[in-house]
Nanobody, 119 residues
Framework: QVQLVESGGGLVQAGGSLKLSCAASGRTLLSDTMGWFRQAPGKEREFVLSTTWSGRSTYYADSVKGRFTISRDNAKTTVYLQLNSLKPEDTAVYYC????????????WGQGTQVTVSS
C-alpha cells in the first residue's frame, strides 16, 4: 500500500507560479511511476505529467510543456510539481497518483489539492 498526500495548492493570479508537493509513504518502489492529474469543474480528469523515482522516464501533456516541471526527492519520497506561467484554464483539483511497474492503471491516489488561477 502507498499513501499519498498533496499540498501546496492555492489561489494565484494568471502568470504566477505555485509548487505542489506529493508526499508518499508506505511501500514505495524505485520502479513506481508517480503521476500528476487534474480535474476541472465539469470536465474529465486529465493527465498532466509523470516520472519514475529512478528519473528514467518523464512524460508531459502538451498543454503544460514548457510551463510545468516535475521533480522528486527520493530521500523524502516526495514528488513536486512546479507550475509556472499559470493560466485560468489551469484551474483544477490536482491529484498525485502512483502506478506500479507493469500496471496500466494508477493504483493509489491522493486526496487532491485545489489550484485556482484568476484572470
Amino acid at each position: 500500500q502507498v499513501q499519498l498526500v498533496e499540498s501546496g495548492g492555492g489561489l494565484v493570479q494568471a502568470g504566477g507560479s505555485l509548487k505542489l508537493s506529493c508526499a508518499a509513504s508506505g511501500r514505495t518502489l524505485l520502479s513506481d511511476t508517480m503521476g500528476w492529474f487534474r480535474q476541472a469543474p465539469g470536465k474529465e480528469r486529465e493527465f498532466v505529467l509523470s516520472t519514475t523515482w529512478s528519473g528514467r522516464s518523464t512524460y508531459y501533456a502538451d498543454s503544460v510543456k514548457g510551463r510545468f516541471t516535475i521533480s522528486r526527492d527520493n530521500a523524502k519520497t516526495t514528488v513536486y510539481l512546479q507550475l509556472n506561467s499559470l493560466k485560468p484554464e489551469d484551474t483544477a483539483v490536482y491529484y498525485c497518483a502512483c502506478r506500479r511497474n507493469g500496471r496500466n492503471e494508477y493504483d493509489y491516489w491522493g486526496q487532491g489539492t485545489q489550484v485556482t488561477v484568476s484572470s
